[in-house]
């Protein structure tokens, strides 16, 4: 549970910011974590310090 803490509270900082779109490079085998905190893969997997990453998004709706 405490990686979501730090997603939900890294996410509401820069909300407080006015943005509403985030992205990061999430390590392949953590992608699953990510999608469930709504992220979605928007990349084809790339090496990223020797280990393979993917680029996910997500778009805060609530902001609209």
């Known amino acids: ?12 900082i820069v ?3 006015g943005i509403s779109a985030f992205k990061l490079h999430g390590q392949t ?3 699953g974590f990510y ?3 709504g992220y979605q893969t ?5 090496m ?3 280990i393979p990453h993917v680029l996910m998004t997500k778009q805060d709706d609530s902001a609209l």
């Open 1 to 12: 549970g405490l990686g979501k803490v730090i997603v939900d509270a890294l996410e509401r």
């Open 15 to 17: 909300k407080e910011q």
């Open 29 to 31: 085998q953590a992608a």
């Open 35 to 37: 999608e469930k905190l």
């Open 42 to 46: 928007a990349s084809e997997e790339f």
């Open 48 to 50: 990223l310090d020797g």
